[in-house]
Nanobody
């Protein structure tokens, strides 16, 4: 059983920073891409940032220059450093990952979500 557990959400003021963490645990053979998505009230879930096992990174235009995604492969953990936060960054943030629990099997897993609220 593979689990993704997020932490680090909370309340921040505009211009402030938060750091999200997401640790994968359980039966894991390998982890491919890891990513963060978010969903604001009344809006569709959107991809915020992704990072491959090789370290290639992509960001949504709305967060470029403000957010930084990174991963620690030894800890099966992905991070999202969020700086210069804006009220429009308020959303539930979800970790997601492409994981092989055993060789030759790959599945997409999601965390439970963590709330980020940015006040103006």
């Amino acid at each position: 059983q593979v689990q993704l557990v997020e932490s680090g959400g909370g309340l921040a003021q505009a211009g402030g920073s938060l750091r999200l963490s997401c640790a994968a645990s359980g039966s894991i053979f390998s982890i491919n891409a890891m990513a963060w998505s978010r969903q604001a009230p009344g809006k569709q879930r959107e991809l915020v940032a992704g990072i491959t096992s090789g370290g290639s990174i992509n960001y949504a235009d709305s967060v470029k220059g403000r957010f930084t995604i990174s991963r620690d492969n030894a800890k099966n953990t992905v991070y999202l450093q969020m700086n210069s936060l804006k009220p429009e960054d308020t959303a539930v943030y979800y970790c997601n990952a492409d994981i092989a629990p055993v060789e030759n099997a790959r599945y997409y897993y999601w965390g439970q979500g963590t709330q980020v609220t940015v006040s103006s």
